[in-house]
């Protein structure tokens, strides 16, 4: 198993930066890959970004390039989504979520609310 804990989120005004943290701990040996997803109230939920589990590839959603950055801190297996030039649209719930070699369905966090006031 894996264990995903996500913080980091609160309110912003348009134009802020933010920085969300995913935790990963348990089996994080047979992790591939970790993504951030997020879900806006009405609508369903969709990619945001991944990063390898090496840190060595990275791939984002066109409406977040060059705004977002994913990365990570191999010594506390933390994957990090540096959310910079924000805007109301990027107002959800965000989800971290890992890829395990060898397991089909990825694991997922708990989600942490982003809020982006215009």
């Known amino acids: 198993q894996v264990q995903l804990v996500e913080s980091g989120g609160g309110l912003v005004q348009a134009g802020g930066s933010l920085r969300l943290s995913c935790a990963a701990s348990g089996r994080t040996f047979s992790v591939v890959r970790v993504a951030w997803f997020r879900q806006a109230p009405g609508k369903e939920r969709e990619f945001v970004a991944h990063i390898s589990w090496s840190g060595d590839s990275t791939h984002y959603a066109d409406s977040v390039k060059g705004r977002f950055t994913i990365f990570r801190d191999t010594a506390e297996n933390t994957v990090y989504l540096q959310m910079d030039t924000q805007k109301p649209e990027d107002t959800a719930v965000y989800y971290c979520?890992?890829?395990?070699?060898?397991?089909?369905?990825?694991?997922w966090g708990q989600g942490t609310q982003v809020t982006v006031s215009s």
């Open positions: 979520n890992a890829r395990d070699r060898y397991r089909n369905l990825p694991y």
